[in-house]
């Protein structure tokens, strides 16, 4: 049975799917797959009344559903586990040494680099630091209407457009997130990769 679990917590907004785990003693299930969404957020405002966090966090949400409805055939050694939310600072630690250690533990992360935030710049030029700009762990999103500059050093990186809350390229982008879960749960031993739904090439 998969379970869906609306908000990790109060401030993060996020969501866990899983399922029970009934595995042997002494042989627990590998960490959730981690997926971190930065972005220019106000401290004024909360997740749950953000437009534009909903509106990301639905892209999320829509490939992790898309996964979950799959996962019944696909099922591997583990239970399917899928984990979201914003990526932020933890309390009682550093902010850069929170933010790097989440940004080093995600298996997936979001950028919307629209306003070029200085913040969530340094958080997108670590996680590409980190996985490599071709490893297609990392998304980046601008909003057409409002990227007027694209910085020098991302020239060349496969961004992904939208227009209000509308995806430019919705049938690239939920794919590729689609298959970037599905390469994480193989990994992670989620996922049966005989299965005729295994990922695309």
Avoid at 58 to 85: H, M, N, R, W
Wanted: glycine letters at 8%; proline letters at 5%.
């Amino acid at each position: 049975m998969v379970l869906e679990r609306s908000q990790i917590n109060n401030r993060d907004n996020g969501a866990i799917v899983n399922k029970a785990w009934d595995g042997p003693i002494g042989s627990p299930p590998p960490k959730p797959i981690r997926i971190r969404i930065g972005y220019e957020w106000d401290n004024q405002v909360g997740s749950r009344t953000d437009p534009h966090w909903k509106f990301l966090r639905s892209l999320v949400k829509t490939a992790v559903d898309a996964v979950q409805k799959q996962s019944s055939k696909c099922e591997g050694k583990y239970p399917l586990q899928i984990q979201f939310g914003r990526l932020r600072a933890r309390h009682g630690s550093s902010v850069t040494g929170s933010i790097l250690k989440r940004i080093q533990k995600s298996d997936i992360l979001l950028f919307d680099l629209t306003n070029l935030n200085p913040n969530v710049l340094f958080e997108a030029g670590c996680a590409l630091a980190h996985n490599g700009t071709d490893s297609g762990k990392v998304f980046i999103l601008f909003d057409q209407d409002k990227a007027t500059h694209i910085p020098s050093d991302l020239q060349g990186y496969f961004f992904t457009f939208y227009k209000g809350t509308q995806l430019v390229d919705a049938p690239g982008f939920q794919p590729a997130l689609i298959n970037r879960i599905k390469r994480a749960a193989i990994a992670k031993e989620m996922w049966e990769t005989k299965s005729t739904q295994a990922i695309e090439t």
